[in-house]
């Protein structure tokens, strides 16, 4: 059974930072590619982040320079460092793993930025 635990969200103020993790059981994650999405009420889930199987990655525009993802294979958990976070930014944020016809999500963790 393929199980994906999310952490590390919370309540931060303007500019300061979190660090979200991403633990999987029953798969190998090295294989996948791997992602953080954002979903805030009333909007799209949107990407934010993305670690290719062979290590690339690809930020969101608006995160780019404050966000860094990053994948340790062999805790197979990925991370997601954030920084000089905004109200914008605000959401609950997912993880993702998707190989072939194999997609699968956490349940999700709810960072909110707020004075």
């Known amino acids: 059974q393929v199980q994906l635990v999310e952490s590390g969200g919370g309540l931060v103020q303007p500019g300061g930072s979190l660090r979200l993790s991403c633990a999987a059981s029953?798969?190998?994650?090295?294989?996948?590619?791997t992602g953080w999405y954002r979903q805030a009420p009333g909007q799209a889930r949107e990407l934010v982040a993305a670690?290719?199987?062979?290590?690339?990655?690809n930020y969101l525009d608006s995160v780019k320079g404050r966000f860094t993802m990053s994948r340790d294979n062999a805790k197979n958990t990925v991370y997601l460092q954030m920084n000089s976070l905004k109200p914008e930014d605000t959401a609950v944020y997912y993880c993702?793993?998707?190989?072939?016809?194999?997609?699968?999500w956490g349940q999700g963790t709810q960072v909110t930025v707020s004075s």
């Open positions: 993702n793993m998707y190989r072939s016809l194999n997609d699968y």
């Open positions: 029953g798969i190998n994650i090295g294989i996948y590619v």
């Open positions: 670690i290719s199987s062979g290590g690339d990655t």
